[in-house]
């Protein structure tokens, strides 16, 4: 069985940049936007159209950057300079507005580097460090208030009360229709595949947002009537993989390729690029503050060093989907110099470590060197965990 509207949503997505070409030549602007605490709702309330940069996994454009930045830079950060640098990406040609925060220093630099040598036209929206503070509070809704300052210059308006709220029921109901969708692909039999849902995800960074809204209406539609009562269960056969660490954009499938060619089933992710941005957002208050302090509360970014294990709701997180995934095993993937994911390593298997779940370590960048070693660490990691899963079966029996 397939889902239909899924072949819809990979051709509107074909069409999308020819139409971004014509929303410009009629006086529209596009925000491209890249980071965890950019809070969209202001940049689509202001009447821009946004986008997500967000691409990975050509190690060739990773050197082109690395001309710009230092290689000491994530290579992530390196190939999103490397494609303003050769300006070929149609996304990338179509957007007039640079919208980064600066949750990860990486990011940062990032912006830095487009605007000085691309000459492209950058808003940074600053992060606090620790958000638990008040003063952290305080800052971040400072800097949101200049961040909607600088795009209602750019966008020639101020931001409008009632548009803002017309959108921020919008991504409501975008978030709240992902979550229902997302519980599909872990069940068993499912009809949806996790790499489905994760690409499903990442279509809504690029299309129209009240038409993505009424393909996922439509998707999970056609889930309820396919799979009208999904059921989460373990199966020792199943290889169950849950995914965490660095960011996966679109473009970099190696590390999800592999678990798939060794017979893991990916059924659960807290990534970047994934479901945990839609988890646990709530806003408040129809207002820019508002807005900051609905993104600044939710589940947080790695790259926020400030956190002991007792407050660190990221950790808390990775606990509830493990068990609501029903996951036998964690690969945690960190990209070469993305700090702090390789940093928070440690303690994040520990902790995983202490709730008897197994975890595998894989640090890896976009060139093929390591793919036959990757897939070699990850096979063995897939027959562990389904040993464990048939062995403890077998003693519950």
């Known amino acids: 069985m397939s889902v239909k509207t899924l072949e819809v949503i990979r051709k509107r997505l074909n069409e999308r940049p ?59 950060i390196r190939e999103i300079v490397g494609a303003f640098a050769e300006n070929e990406d149609p996304f990338i040609q179509q957007t007039d507005v640079l919208a980064f925060d600066a949750t990860c220093l990486q990011n940062f630099r990032a912006a830095e580097v487009i605007e000085y040598y691309f000459k492209r036209d950058v808003v940074v929206l600053g992060v606090p460090r620790n958000f638990y503070w008040e003063e952290g509070q305080e800052y971040f809704v400072n800097e949101a208030n200049e961040f909607t300052r600088l795009l209602e210059e750019r966008a020639g308006a101020k931001l409008d009360g009632a548009k803002l709220a017309e959108s921020v029921a919008l991504y ?25 849902v994760f690409d499903l995800i990442q279509a809504g960074d690029l299309l129209d947002k009240k038409e993505y809204l009424t393909l996922l209406q439509e998707t999970l539609a056609e889930l309820q009537e396919l799979q009208p009562e999904p059921v989460i269960e373990a199966d020792g056969a199943d290889g169950r993989i849950f995914i965490s660490g660095s960011l996966i954009p679109r473009g970099d499938r190696k590390l999800i390729s592999i678990i798939s060619a060794v017979g893991g089933r990916i059924v659960g992710d807290d990534l970047w690029t994934g479901i945990l941005p839609h988890l646990d957002l709530d806003i408040k208050e129809i207002s820019a503050a508002g807005v900051a302090l609905g993104y600044l509360n939710r589940t947080p970014h790695a790259a926020l060093p400030y956190l002991d294990l007792e407050s660190d709701r990221r950790l808390k997180k990775l606990h509830e989907l493990l068990a609501e995934s029903k996951a036998q095993g964690v690969i945690y993937h960190t990209l070469r110099y993305c700090d702090p994911f390789t940093f928070k390593a440690k303690e994040t298997k520990d902790i995983l470590n202490q709730s008897d779940i197994p975890v595998l370590e894989i640090h890896t960048e976009y060139a093929g060197s390591d793919y036959e070693a990757m897939r070699t660490r990850v096979e063995a990691f897939v027959e562990m965990i389904k040993i464990k899963a048939e062995s403890a079966a077998e003693v519950a029996a």
Request: glycine share 10%.
């Open 18 to 76: 020819d139409e971004l070409r014509k929303a410009r030549a009629h006086g529209q602007k596009v925000v491209g936007w890249t980071g965890y605490n950019i809070p969209e709702e202001i940049i689509h309330a202001l009447g821009f159209i946004p986008i997500r940069i967000a691409i990975g996994g050509d190690d060739r454009l990773v050197e082109v950057g690395g001309r710009y930045a230092s290689s000491k830079n994530c290579v992530f």
């Open 172 to 196: 409501n109901d975008i978030r709240k229709t992902l979550k229902s969708i997302y519980h599909f692909q872990a069940a068993k039999d499912n009809v949806i595949s996790w790499e489905e």
